[in-house]
């Protein structure tokens, strides 16, 4: 069965600086992976996602994470951090299954302090 | 114009009564997608639908079942609740064929007493 690890449950930086979240998954198919952000009360958001091609994929607000098949992981980095990035992260591989359902990690809450 | 919503947002009621949530996706997906997110924001499956066919998670007691008037429709009816069905479920959509994302709504807190 597909599963993803999320290894750090709370991950505290100052603001401006550097930051990685870690991801790993197993799954024996084909793997296309997400990140998800969910910000206080709120629902969640697609960050990116790899779904093949180019291993290292980015999203708009400066996140970005690599496909590392030898490693089964797809961390998420950040060269600088805001504020306004303070909020929870779900790392999702999708099932192999007819409809594609989503297996999330546990979450990782990055709190950005100033 | 929002791409998936849910009613309503907060919802607070006592054990033993029914209740549902709806949710609906104006972004033409084929499938809809129930999520269970709870108080250490864990989120688990409940269900997956399409046209064609309703996957249910195992784990899911019977008490939940998701009724889907038409394609762009997806609700959640709970019977008799009970204090641990309290959390946050999330409505999510895709499209399959096409692209593999899935959507989200912006939740409904169930709050049973």
């Known amino acids: 069965a597909q599963s993803v690890t999320q290894l750090d449950s709370q991950v505290p930086v100052f603001e401006e600086a550097p930051v990685e979240l870690r991801c790993n998954y197993s799954s024996s198919v084909s793997v296309y992976l997400f990140w998800y952000v969910q910000y206080p009360n709120q629902g969640l958001q697609l960050l990116l996602k790899?779904?093949?091609?180019?291993?290292l994929v980015e999203s708009i607000n400066g996140f970005e994470a690599e496909f590392n098949k030898s490693q089964t992981s797809f961390h998420l980095r950040k060269p600088s951090v805001h504020i306004s990035d303070t909020a929870e992260y779900f790392c999702a591989v999708r099932d192999g299954g007819s409809q594609g359902n989503l297996i999330f990690g546990k979450g990782t809450k990055l709190s950005v302090k100033p | 114009d929002t791409a998936v919503s849910q009613t309503p947002k907060y919802l607070v009621t006592q054990m033993g009564n029914d209740k549902s949530i709806k949710c609906e996706q104006n972004?033409?997906?084929?499938?809809m997608y129930w999520y269970k997110q709870d108080s250490k924001k864990f989120l688990k499956i409940m269900f997956s639908y399409n046209n064609k066919e309703l996957i249910i998670n195992e784990t899911v007691p019977n008490r939940f079942s998701p009724k889907s008037p038409d394609k762009a429709h997806l609700n959640l009816h709970i019977n008799s609740l009970e204090l641990g069905d309290s959390a946050v479920y999330f409505c999510a959509s895709s499209h399959q064929s096409i692209t593999y994302e899935q959507y989200f709504g912006p939740g409904t807190r169930l709050t049973v007493t």
């Open positions: 790899y779904l093949s091609g180019s291993t």
């Open positions: 972004l033409g997906h084929d499938t």
